[in-house]
């Protein structure tokens, strides 16, 4: 037989055995997406259980940083998204922060959960303030052998808050949860706007050259909230959120526009917010 005929047979088979082998995996893929997204957010909450210290009652900052709790926003935040996951230890992490709060003289709601105008007004529990400066407080450097961490709400007026996507998002909510449909709509759409291809690019992204990945989050909560659907950007939100999510189930809290990682972690406030949102792995039928 010519050499060349056997050359094209060779080729022939070849492509014809990639073209099945593809199509193999194209199709497994296809069959197993359901499980795929339940699975990815089993691993987020699986995270935040992992997170979880029961002598202390707090899930810690970040697994590089075992001894540091944050009671605000962290604890705050998972304690909510993890009610209907493990309710007794979002119940165990809810009753340490009420008493943390007692113990320390925090600023609280009216049932009993700190007040830093970010994280509480997610959950619904504050809706008068979203200007406020915050600071960082060391509330115990030695709380059982670890660092006990607040964000408490100055008296400070935050006056460039415009220029920060989160707390635009913040303002919107506030807005929407008092009945101004029209500040609301004003905020979210400013929020909209710094939307540049690959992220949120307000001012600390300008400052630090990437983007904070709770911000996706925060972002497609917010529309939610105000009932707004679909959005033109939505596939590559998704997108660039699942992304993010490490091999150890928790959401990396840093990205680049090139689909590399700056020097990060993963974090506990970072998966809650993106919990809370309850992003799809796809925009397929969203």
């Known amino acids: 037989m010519n050499r060349h005929v056997i050359v094209a047979l060779l080729i022939g088979i070849l492509i014809g055995s990639g073209t099945c082998c593809s199509y193999f995996l194209l199709t497994e893929q296809s069959k197993s997406w359901p499980y795929v997204q339940t699975h990815a957010k089993e691993l987020a909450y699986s995270y935040l259980v992992n997170s979880y210290n029961s002598t202390l009652g707090l899930c810690y900052v970040h697994p590089e940083e075992k001894n540091v709790y944050w009671v605000t926003h962290d604890n705050v935040l998972a304690s909510y998204v993890l009610q209907n996951w493990n309710r007794k230890i979002a119940d165990n992490i809810t009753e340490t922060v009420r008493r943390i709060a007692r113990d320390y003289n925090l600023t609280i709601s009216q049932v009993g959960i700190p007040l830093d105008t970010r994280a509480e007004i997610l959950l619904g529990y504050n809706t008068e303030h979203f200007f406020n400066e915050t600071e960082n407080e060391t509330l115990n450097d030695s709380y059982y052998g670890s660092i006990l961490m607040t964000e408490r709400a100055t008296n400070e007026i935050l006056k460039d808050f415009e220029n920060y996507m989160d707390l635009l998002c913040y303002a919107s909510l506030v807005e929407w949860r008092n009945e101004n449909y029209t500040g609301a709509d004003y905020y979210y759409e400013e929020a909209k706007k710094m939307w540049d291809g690959n992220g949120f690019a307000d001012e600390a992204f300008h400052t630090h050259n990437y983007y904070a ?15 707004k659907g679909s959005f033109e950007f939505e ?34 406030e970072t998966t809650s917010i993106i919990l809370l949102a309850d992003i799809p792995l796809t925009s397929e039928g969203h």
């Not at 709770?214 to 105000?226: E, S, V």
């Not at 490490?246 to 090139?258: E, H």
């Open 235 to 268: 596939k590559e939100l998704i997108q660039q959120v699942w992304q993010c999510q490490d091999n150890n189930g928790g959401f990396k809290t840093d990205y680049c526009g090139d689909g590399s990682f700056p020097p990060c972690y993963t974090n506990t």
């Open 213 to 227: 990945t709770y911000k996706l989050g925060l972002f497609y909560f917010i529309n939610k909230m105000l009932g």
